[in-house]
């Protein structure tokens, strides 16, 4: 896990992709309070307080802020916008999680992290259970564009199974845990 984490600690611009419920936030937030680096939450910027999304153009501003910043991390697996924020990442870790895991942590979010917006509860739920599908899809349909698309910018790329991202988390906490020698 050291190339991965030495990946991390170098880079200042991390794109984080995943399934629905792969845990990319989980790990944004990890690296974030690790390296200092700013999070950004692709569901939370594309969508508006209701759940209706964005028009393209209007993600795409939003990508082109992001990408005019120094330093950020990038949660979210948004293929619409990979051709402005994938040449501008300096690495993307793809989580590689199991569609039974995915649904289960899908389902269940509400419940174990509170509701966070106006159209919770009963909505939330039915938006959630129409994702599910793509949770599913997600390794058939869209792995090999990721990796078409990460060998075409030429952007450094790792894909991590639940046991890689525990490796590379915990290794990022060592490092960083440690006093710099000198």
């Not at 419920?21 to 974030?32: E, P, T, V, Y």
């Not at 697996?77 to 649904?103: F, G, H, I, R």
Request: proline share 6%; net charge positive.
């Amino acid at each position: 896990m050291a190339p991965v984490a030495d990946a991390v600690a170098a880079a200042d611009r991390i794109w984080i992709m995943g399934s629905p419920g792969a845990g990319k936030s989980i790990l944004a937030r990890n690296i974030a309070a690790l390296t200092g680096h700013p999070v950004v939450h692709l569901d939370r910027v594309f969508w508006d307080s209701h759940w209706c999304r964005l028009s393209l153009a209007a993600r795409q501003e939003i990508v082109h802020k992001i990408v005019g910043q120094p330093r950020w991390i990038v949660d979210g697996t948004y293929l619409s916008v990979a051709p402005k924020l994938m040449p501008a990442a300096q690495l993307v870790l793809v989580l590689s999680e199991s569609p039974v895991v995915c649904t289960w942590r899908l389902l269940t979010r509400p419940v174990r992290t509170g509701f966070d917006r106006p159209a919770d509860s009963r909505d939330r739920l039915r938006g959630r259970i129409k994702v599910v599908p793509s949770v599913w899809r997600f390794r058939r349909m869209k792995v090999a564009r990721i990796q078409a698309a990460v060998a075409e910018t030429g952007c450094l790329g790792y894909f991590l199974d639940r046991r890689g991202v525990r490796l590379l988390v915990t290794e990022l906490q060592r490092r960083y845990a440690s006093p710099v020698m000198g």
